[in-house]
């Protein structure tokens, strides 16, 4: 409530802003609608799968009227191993109208198979959390399986991932902002671009347009991946302007997409256990990683040894990627390797940036 509040009270401060940030811009833009993205649909400004509306040009503001600027899954890269890839020459494919609206919050509702929609905000510091995250376990994503593989880091393959992240918007166990996504695509794709806006609007109290949708091919109930979009109001994008596409992937490991089930493959991309000869041991492996655990940890972190970094100063403890820790003295690092639980225990409070 209050954060609700907040955006109530600074609605009419906001749309000021935002219409100084987009000049001739006018209207507060249309309702956001956000259906679940199909890779044979374009994703076009705000309604990703349908076949009309407005986009942003190459600078950032509306094109002409009837120009179309689309986003589209069968033009991504194929993946090599980069967890994102800049699409649009890195804009986003927001309209005028949609730079121009005051604080908003929506998520889309999930679709008949379950899925999520886009999710979009406008983040500043009203929007972010002034608690610790809760628990979100009980949150059972479409495509949501409970496997473990060794090489993958904190060993679950999946994560719940949030659409837009808690340390920007807040949203904690909303069931229209948490989809299936692989370990890499949560730390590796989604959480550096985070980051970077969370690391904006705590520097300089501004505010980013902020979209995050997940895009699914047919009936899957997987994404295939996720379009993040931003850019910084008060400043028209100088700040911060991205439009990248991060990759639900894993090394090492093939999804099937429709289902959310996964079998290890070798560096050829061939399945770990195939061939006439395959082992007792790597048959045995492969039918463990298909079981679900009795129960569902909130993170990987919970449940299997990852390695932190602890603040002696601070007493928060960071996984080792976080932008904080770029800014922690090194007299006060501590390289940890155990549970999340453990950390705790050890005195020391999860980082509300990276919420290890």
């Excluded at 002409?64 to 804009?91: C, H, M, Q, W």
């Excluded at 494919?93 to 008949?112: K, N, Q, S, V």
Aim: charged share 20%; aromatic share 8%.
């Amino acid at each position: 409530m209050g954060k609700l509040f907040n955006y109530i009270t600074r609605t009419a401060i906001a749309v000021i802003v935002a219409f100084s940030v987009v000049g001739c811009a006018s209207g507060a833009g249309r309702s956001f609608e956000g259906a679940p993205v199909s890779s044979s649909s374009a994703v076009q400004s705000t309604r990703a799968s349908t076949a009309s509306g407005e986009a942003g040009s190459s600078s950032g503001e509306s094109v002409a009227d009837g120009a179309i600027r689309t986003f589209s899954l069968e033009g991504v890269p194929t993946y090599s191993g980069k967890a994102s890839v800049e699409v649009n020459g890195g804009v986003p494919y927001f309209t005028a109208d949609e730079l121009a609206r005051g604080a908003f919050e929506e998520y889309a509702p999930l679709d008949g198979l379950g899925r999520c929609g886009a999710a979009f905000a406008l983040i500043g510091r009203e929007t972010m959390p002034t608690e610790p995250r809760g628990s979100i376990g009980m949150i059972r994503p479409s495509g949501w399986h409970t496997v473990r593989y060794d090489w993958v880091d904190g060993q679950y393959l999946y994560n719940r991932c949030h659409l837009i992240g808690y340390q920007l918007a807040g949203e904690n166990d909303n069931e229209r902002n948490l989809i299936t996504g692989t370990r890499s695509l949560n730390v590796q794709g989604m959480l550096p671009y985070e980051n970077r806006v969370a690391d904006y609007v705590e520097a300089t109290g501004n505010h980013v347009l902020y979209r995050s949708t997940p895009v699914f091919s047919g009936n899957e109930l997987v994404a295939r991946g996720v379009l993040l979009e931003a850019q910084s109001a008060e400043d028209g994008g100088v700040g911060v302007r991205f439009c990248v596409w991060c990759y639900n992937v894993e090394p090492g490991v093939e999804l099937d997409y429709a289902t959310g089930d996964s079998h290890a493959v070798d560096a050829a991309g061939l399945a770990a256990d195939s061939g006439e000869a395959a082992s007792e041991a790597s048959a045995q492996s492969a039918q463990a990683a298909e079981i679900e655990s009795p129960v569902a940890p909130q993170d990987a972190s919970q449940a299997a040894e990852v390695t932190y970094i602890l603040n002696k100063n601070s007493r928060k403890f960071h996984y080792p990627y976080c932008s904080s820790v770029n800014e922690m003295a090194e007299h006060n690092k501590v390289y940890f390797n155990g549970t999340r639980d453990e950390a705790i225990e050890k005195g020391y409070e999860p980082c509300k940036r990276c919420n290890p």
